[in-house]
């Protein structure tokens, strides 16, 4: 399994709040995000907006970047958000890595 950190960014004419065409994909794709994400065997572990600056920020497990990516293509986002998308590890595992370095 991968963690994935996925940044989401959008200008403010294209944010759902004030573009009623933008709300309308985001709804939709909310409305299957579940099902979908089961599809490829995506776990969802949380999702945070800072509406203020039109950028989400969201944290999945995936059992591959592969498996993430063709979640994300069922989506409609690139046609109104930029994202950018990290493979991320907990600090538990830098512990362990910062151990292990000479």
């Given amino acids: 399994m991968v963690t994935i950190l996925s940044i989401s960014r959008h200008s403010p004419e294209s944010c759902p709040m004030n573009n009623a065409e933008v709300?309308?994909?985001?709804?939709?794709?909310?409305?299957?995000m579940e099902e979908v994400a089961?599809?490829?065997?995506?776990?969802?572990i949380g999702g945070w907006a800072v509406p203020s600056e039109h950028i989400t920020y969201s944290v999945q497990e995936a059992p591959s970047l592969e498996a993430y990516?063709?979640?994300?293509?069922e989506f409609s986002r690139s046609k109104w958000a930029t994202t950018e998308t990290k493979v991320?590890?907990?600090?538990e595992e830098v512990k362990e890595m910062l151990k292990q370095a000479k």
Avoid at 23 to 32: F, L, N
Avoid at 38 to 44: A, M, Q, T, Y
């Fill in 38 to 44: 089961k599809k490829h065997g995506i776990k969802r």
């Fill in 23 to 32: 709300k309308k994909i985001v709804t939709e794709d909310m409305g299957k």
């Fill in 69 to 73: 990516q063709k979640y994300m293509m």
């Fill in 88 to 91: 991320v590890i907990g600090m």
